[in-house]
C-alpha cells in the first residue's frame, strides 16, 4: 500500500450500488438461506451469546443436575442452530460451544 499525501489520489468512497433497485442488505443476505428475516438471526446471536457468556463465566454449572435439567429442553433448539449453516458461522460456532460446554 502507498501512502496517500492528498485527497485527489485518495480512493473515493462513492457507495456503488447504494441507489440500485432491489439491493439485498448484508444482513439480510446473511439470513436469505434460511427463511429467517435479519432480525430473527440477531436475537438468535444476541441469545447464543447470552448463554455462552453465562456457561464461560461460571454463573451457570454446566455439570449441576438443576442447571442441566432446566437446559435439557433448550438442547432441541441448540441442535436446530446446528443447522443454520447457510445463515452464519458464527451462529453455528456459537451453539456448539454451548453444547460443548453442557455435555
Do not use: N
Amino acid at each position: 500500500r502507498s501512502a496517500v499525501r492528498d485527497g485527489a489520489s485518495a480512493p473515493k468512497r462513492t457507495g456503488v450500488d447504494r441507489h440500485r433497485r432491489g439491493a439485498v442488505p448484508a444482513q439480510t443476505a446473511a439470513a436469505a438461506g434460511t427463511g429467517l428475516d435479519a432480525v430473527t438471526v440477531e436475537a438468535i446471536r444476541y441469545c447464543l451469546t447470552l448463554l455462552h457468556c453465562c456457561l464461560r463465566d461460571k454463573r451457570l454449572d454446566g455439570s449441576d443436575a438443576l442447571v442441566r435439567q432446566m437446559v435439557g429442553p433448550f438442547m432441541p433448539l441448540l441442535s436446530e442452530c446446528l443447522r443454520l449453516r447457510s445463515c452464519s458461522a458464527d451462529l453455528v460456532a456459537l451453539a456448539a460451544k454451548c453444547i460443548g460446554t453442557l455435555l
